[in-house]
């Protein structure tokens, strides 16, 4: 690597959230709280879709995988902004910035095609219920999620490899809990003219493709009931649709409101990037297991189970 492009800041000062110093304590323990309901929660999920044999099926297979990844998401920033209230120690070092920024490339956007996975799964199940099982075998379902993980792989590898090329010469604070790659731009005194064309064509791509199947899949479950409307067909594309559509208007409305709706990172910013990192991959287990009856009886079996072997 040329001089040039060396950066030559070691690390970087994290400011972390707005919060008053008096109530530092009180928010470590809120924030301390949501990232242990989330790992529990989405571990919990993973567990009972592993235990339970009817829930073998391609819905949960793919439910199994955004409960995965929504539990990495999180610990890609909620630990380390923990570790900053408690320590008071805000610097974090530049391999561990680009390390960060990785992995929450790579694990936001893999939510992004496994909820258009699941979207397309969802239209096969209605609009060709007869032929559900012939499509959605388990060749195509592994081959789907291989694909999303492999995809976002190179994805996030891609902007890494982006960033690290550009220099920092003097200013290294990060007004934000984590390294964000909008705001790790701003900070560089390098030309990023490749890095927002990228941004703006191969990031789109990966944003927009999933939404239109997203989309395009409601669009058709939608004509398919209106086609002969009835009550019980929709309470049953109801029960089917409803937890994904929550998940993904909760990831897709948190997303605009972080990078579309921002004009620079402030106060508001900051708390819509909490909602997206935290509050989000919280909800989205309570989502599924309050608003399917599968999930509820098997956690009841398993629950059962465990109250008798005692």
């Not at 009972?48 to 829930?55: Q, V």
């Not at 900070?187 to 890095?195: Q, T």
């Not at 508001?268 to 997206?276: F, G, H, L, T």
């Given at each position: 690597?040329?001089?040039?492009n ?8 994290l400011?972390?959230l707005?919060?008053p ?9 809120l924030f301390?709280?949501?990232y ?11 567990l ?8 073998h099926?391609?819905?949960?297979f ?10 990495s998401?999180?610990s ?12 008071h ?5 530049y ?7 990785y ?8 939510d992004n ?20 099982n ?17 995809t976002?792989c ?19 604070v ?5 390294c964000d790659l909008?705001v790790?731009?701003k ?9 927002e ?6 990031g789109?791509m ?17 004509s ?10 929709l ?26 709706l921002?004009?620079?990172?402030d106060s ?9 990192t ?24 398993i ?8």
């Open positions: 690597m040329r001089p040039e060396q950066s030559s800041v070691s690390e970087f000062l400011l972390g707005p919060i110093p008096g109530q530092q304590g009180l928010f470590f323990a301390l709280g949501m242990l309901t989330t790992v529990l929660g989405n571990l919990l999920i993973i009972i879709i592993r235990l339970d044999s009817r829930l099926m391609p819905m949960y793919f439910l199994s995988h955004l409960a995965l990844t929504d539990v998401f999180s890609v920033t909620v630990p380390k902004m923990l570790m900053n209230m408690q320590t120690h805000f610097f974090i070092s391999s561990g910035c680009i390390s960060q920024l992995f929450y490339i790579f694990f936001g956007c893999i095609l496994l909820l258009a996975v699941m979207a397309y799964d969802r239209y096969v199940a209605i609009c060709h219920p007869l032929h559900y012939t499509i959605m075998r388990e060749e195509l379902c592994a081959l789907l999620v291989a694909a999303s993980w492999i976002t190179a994805h996030a590898l891609l902007h890494t490899v982006l960033m690290v090329r550009l220099s920092f010469c003097a200013d290294n990060i007004t934000h809990f984590f909008t790790l731009l900070l560089s005194c390098s030309d990023i003219s490749l890095n064309m990228v941004i703006f064509t191969e789109g990966l944003l927009f493709l999933p939404l239109t199947v997203i989309f395009g899949s409601y669009i058709h479950i939608g398919i009931i209106l086609k002969a409307p009835s009550t019980k067909r309470l049953k594309a109801f029960s089917t649709c409803g937890s994904h559509l929550l998940v993904v208007s909760l990831y897709y409305g948190t997303l605009v409101g972080v990078y579309f921002s004009s620079s990172w508001k910013d900051i708390i819509a990037s909490v909602m997206y935290v509050v989000t991959p919280m909800l989205n287990p309570f989502i599924y297991s309050l608003r399917n009856r599968d999930i509820k009886q098997a956690l009841g079996k629950f059962c189970k465990s109250v008798a072997q005692f």
